[in-house]
């Protein structure tokens, strides 16, 4: 073996020796060409010459060229180094290497070690190597510098690959699959680092077992699986991450840096086998995008320890785009999600057992809990809000979710500036941010042209493209959600009796099944459609509003399937509120309050379906600070007789519209009384189950039929005032009623209208008990009877027209019957008006000295004890009043003091 | 393998699915056992009253 040292100025190592080469450095040339016996050195008298690499011919035991200044031209060519013992290569970083630099080593050996040092070189004289051949050990050495390398290439050697810290700027190929080589773990790490070309990693199946990172700026990509051993890091620090739709594995990965990078996953994934150990870590994932479908598994089976998962818990979140799925395999240790983690599908496979720490998440994607698995309770929310997807499932497996949820994004904006062609939107919070791609609506804007839906074009939290040319000054804006998929249930769904769920945007489909929470919210102006099923949703919630939910006329709160909203709560402590959006009568929801003994308020000017309180045993009534009556479009039905108290002082004035279009509404009071009002309107009907009564306050006791069909179905109603003075459509059914009119003024009591009232009279009764003025007057109604039970003033009448009664009574005395002197007359068949001596009744006219008509067709009329003014008897009938008063103005009286005048009267007749 | 079941007890209807692998071995008496455990759990949930609700967003 000898040494050769390059001398030839700028030449060839070629086959011709000529005087390029020495025996020592800088010596005198003419020595033979180097053999594979040789060492061969180019260095620093080897001067900054040329040396271009021959073809086939630059062979060599060992290569130095650590010193050397030059230039190795290689071409297409390479250097063979055949030795088989200490160091093959020693490389630096003074020279120059152009072509595609390679050294192969071929030797067979099947002992010792060859040592690269290929030294400190940069990317662009980095040397490839080929290992073809051996099964004894390779190594690299870092004495002369960082061990960099261009290519490295096993394929053919079957020995041990020793672990080394090396760079790679080109590709890494393993053994063949099968050769029998040792790939050595180690703590030493692999960097693929180029700028300038596409790196290839081929694992043939072996194990890396130790360290690798991605630091370049160009394209690391897989071919085939990359495994890298269970408690090794993969660190991505920068440039593309193709896995080519291959598997990594790794202990950890790891990519905490705003750098630009991005993975390709294609359909590959990342699999994660570490534990105890932040096992997913990006915390800053400023710089961070991806392709494909990212999947990441976590295979750790054991329960040892906690694994984090850190995914862009920082400002500068990625968003929905950046968003990657991670799929647990069953284990039972302690998982931790960082805080602000965006997550595509969170996926525990059946039989994890794994406790979950509370933190504030957001899922893009599918969200599986197994059944044994336990999520710790806590306020940190989860939000589902994908802008991108069809759907998001959530699957609990029986698990219970005792944190806030939100379904869809509300993001209220804390500044809206811009004129012409762009708005800009300032976020409240960046890391709710829509992803770039996603369309957010705007509404309830003012001006209103603004209003519309955008295409996020930036992930900064400004930047919002507008579709039109409005200009002008924005003064106020609203809710900017975004329009959001469908989250849907694969199961019930079950949170903390404490915990609210709250309802942004996009559709919530129940799939019909249980969903549960302790309250729900849904106060903003996004579109949102709860799709029910048969589905249910319960508030088990106390002490607070445990169904809030508001829309605005342009995007509405709508739902399909059979509503069905349970108030489960069963303490007795605080107020439970419930106020659904003032809604159309389609979108209105079925609340029922199925128990507790505690208060329940309704809040008013807001629309219901049904109103059930079967099963509630405490005080219920209308939000005091309503500002109307509660809509129902359905069927209010209080709590069981007896078992409850309700509408009582701490009610607002206010009460019930029951105002459906097209139902049969029904009111189950249950003998509650009632100290609100009542409005029946709008076209359907309503018809009471059992008597219903209002209190006898003018103000708090009216029952007011505008519109449809109301029926009393034969029970009693009690009311202050029962009103129908209007022109809508409308019939009155009072068949086999008493309807106790207890108020009333001058011209209010029991009222109508003439117009567009159809009556169902037969075997009703009609009483007053009012001790001051009340007022009956239905034109048109053929009222059966009408009694006078109290002890004030009964006007009747209708100024031009005729009301009929077919008998007049009074049960008490003294009072006064006061028919309107405007009016046409009033008609009757039987005039049963009665007083006692010393309590007469007053039948006169309700204005003094002027006549107001009574009639009856025929017969005779006998009367006690009245005092009679004003009065025009008529018709034809015989009007007899005994031990009565004439107070004058009267006509077709026969009046009699006493009944033996009268008698004496009628001898005469 | 999707089992859609609703039990309703004592005017409470819970509505649920069981999720099961397409070749799990599950008899029918587990299967039933399962429903009735995850009803019986949500039951305790939903007539437990919280009176003083720890945090409500």
């Given amino acids: ?909 | 393998m999707v089992i859609d079941y609703t039990i309703t007890q004592n005017g409470y209807t819970f509505s649920d699915a069981l999720i099961l692998d397409d070749d799990n071995t599950l008899t029918p008496e587990e299967i039933e056992a399962m429903k009735q455990a995850r009803f019986d759990k949500w039951y305790k949930i939903i007539t437990t009253p919280v009176d003083n609700p720890v945090f409500q967003e």
């Avoid at chain 1, 102006?525 to 342009?554: E, H, K, M, Y």
Wanted: charged share 5%; aromatic share 10%.
């Fill in chain 1, 1 to 909: 073996m000898a040494n050769r040292y390059w001398v030839g100025g700028t030449g060839t190592w070629d086959a011709t020796a000529g005087t390029k080469w020495a025996t020592t450095s800088g010596g005198t040339g003419g020595q033979a060409v180097p053999t594979t016996a040789d060492n061969v050195f180019f260095d620093a008298n080897s001067g900054a010459n040329t040396v271009t690499i021959g073809s086939g011919t630059a062979i060599c035991n060992a290569l130095n060229i650590n010193a050397f200044t030059g230039t190795l031209a290689f071409g297409t060519n390479s250097i063979t180094i055949s030795g088989n013992s200490a160091f093959m290569f020693s490389g630096g970083s003074g020279y120059t290497l152009t072509g595609t630099p390679l050294c192969i080593l071929n030797s067979t050996s099947t002992t010792g070690t060859r040592t690269i040092s290929p030294g400190g070189a940069s990317e662009a004289n980095s040397m490839s190597f080929n290992i073809t051949g051996g099964t004894d050990t390779i190594t690299s050495s870092t004495t002369a510098g960082t061990a960099t390398f261009k290519n490295l290439n096993l394929t053919g050697f079957a020995g041990t690959f020793a672990n080394t810290t090396k760079t790679i700027y080109g590709d890494l190929t393993l053994p063949s699959s099968g050769s029998g080589a040792t790939i050595s773990a180690g703590v030493n790490t692999i960097t693929f680092a180029s700028t300038l070309v596409q790196q290839n990693i081929t694992s043939n199946g072996f194990t890396m077992d130790f360290p690798i990172t991605v630091s370049g700026t160009q394209t690391v990509q897989l071919v085939g699986n990359l495994t890298i051993g269970s408690t090794r890091t993969f660190t991505f620090t920068s440039g593309n991450l193709n896995l080519n739709n291959n598997t990594l594995s790794c202990g950890i990965f790891s990519s905490t840096n705003s750098n630009t990078r991005s993975i390709a996953f294609g359909t590959g994934n990342i699999t994660l086998t570490g534990n105890s150990a932040t096992v997913w870590a990006m915390s800053t994932a400023t710089g961070f995008t991806l392709t494909g479908t990212p999947q990441v598994n976590l295979t750790y089976s054991g329960s040892t320890g906690t694994r984090t998962i850190s995914h862009s818990n920082t400002a500068g979140a990625v968003g929905e785009l950046g968003a990657i799925s991670f799929t647990f395999s069953a284990s039972s240790d302690a998982i931790t999600l960082t805080s602000n983690s965006f997550i595509k599908n969170l996926i525990f496979s059946s039989g994890s057992t794994n406790t979950v720490a509370n933190s504030t998440i957001y899922v893009y994607g599918n969200y599986t809990l197994a059944s044994g698995m336990t999520l710790t309770a806590g306020t940190n929310n989860t939000t589902f809000l994908s802008g991108l997807s069809t759907q998001q499932n959530i699957t609990t497996n029986s698990v219970t979710l005792d944190f806030p949820v939100f379904i869809g994004a509300s993001i209220t904006p804390t500044g809206i500036t811009g004129s012409g062609s762009t708005v800009t939107v300032t976020y409240a919070s960046t890391s709710t941010f829509p992803a770039v791609g996603s369309t957010i609506t705007v509404a309830n804007v003012v001006p209103s042209a603004y209003n519309g839906t955008f295409t996020v074009v930036s992930s900064s939290n400004t930047g919002l493209t507008y579709s039109s040319s409005a200009t002008g000054t924005v003064t106020t804006f609203g809710t900017v959600s975004l329009a959001s998929c469908t989250v849907q249930l694969q199961d019930a769904m079950t949170m903390g009796t404490s915990r609210t769920l709250t309802y942004n945007s996009g559709t919530l489909d129940l799939n019909s099944k249980t969903l549960t929470t302790g309250f729900f919210s849904a106060n903003n102006a996004a579109p949102r459609n709860i799709l029910f099923g048969t589905g249910q949703i319960n508030v088990a919630g106390s002490n607070g509003s445990v169904w809030s939910s508001s829309s605005a006329t342009t995007v509405p709160f709508t739902y399909t399937g059979t509503s069905k909203i349970n108030c489960t709560y069963s303490g007795s402590v605080g107020t439970r509120i419930i106020g659904a959006q003032q809604q159309t009568e389609a979108n209105a929801l079925n609340f029922y309050i199925t128990a507790g003994s505690d208060n329940f308020q309704i809040n008013g000017s807001r629309g219901y379906q049904t109103i059930d309180f079967t099963g509630f045993t405490g005080t219920f009534g209308l939000v005091p600070a309503s500002t109307g009556n509660a809509i129902i479009y359905q069927n209010l039905v209080l709590p069981a007789a007896g078992v409850a108290t309700g509408f009582g002082a701490n009610s607002a004035t206010y009460g019930f519209s029951f105002s459906s279009a097209t139902n049969s509404q029904t009111f189950t009071s249950n003998g509650y009384s009632l100290d609100t009002t009542i409005l029946k309107q709008a076209a359907g009907s309503l018809t009471l189950v059992g008597p219903l009564t209002l209190t006898s306050s003018v103000s708090t006791g009216q029952f007011t039929l505008s519109g449809g069909t109301f029926s009393t179905a034969g029970y009693a109603l009690n009311c202050a005032i029962f009103n129908f003075q209007n022109t809508g459509t409308k019939t009155l059914t009072l068949t086999n009623s008493t309807v106790t009119i207890s108020g009333g003024t001058s011209n209010s009591g029991f009222s109508g209208s003439n117009t567009n009232t159809t009556y169902n009279l037969t075997g009703s009764n009609i009483v007053f008990t009012s001790s001051a003025t009340t007022f009956f007057n239905a034109p048109l109604g053929v009222f059966p009877q009408v009694t006078m039970g109290g002890t004030g003033t009964l006007n009747i009448g209708q100024a031009s027209a005729s009301n009929t009664i077919t008998t007049l009574t009074n049960t008490t005395q003294p009072c006064t019957i006061s028919l309107l002197a405007t009016a046409t007359q009033l008609n009757v068949t039987n005039l049963n008006l009665n007083g006692t001596a010393g309590n007469l009744v007053t039948l006169n006219s309700t204005v003094s000295g002027t006549q107001a008509t009574i009639s009856k067709t025929s017969g005779q009329v006998s009367v006690n004890y009245l005092n009679i003014q004003d009065s025009k008897a008529t018709g034809g009938a015989a009007w007899d009043a005994y031990y009565s008063t004439d107070s004058g103005n009267n006509t077709g009286w026969f009046i009699s003091s006493n009944l033996s005048n009268f008698l004496n009267l009628f001898d005469k007749r």
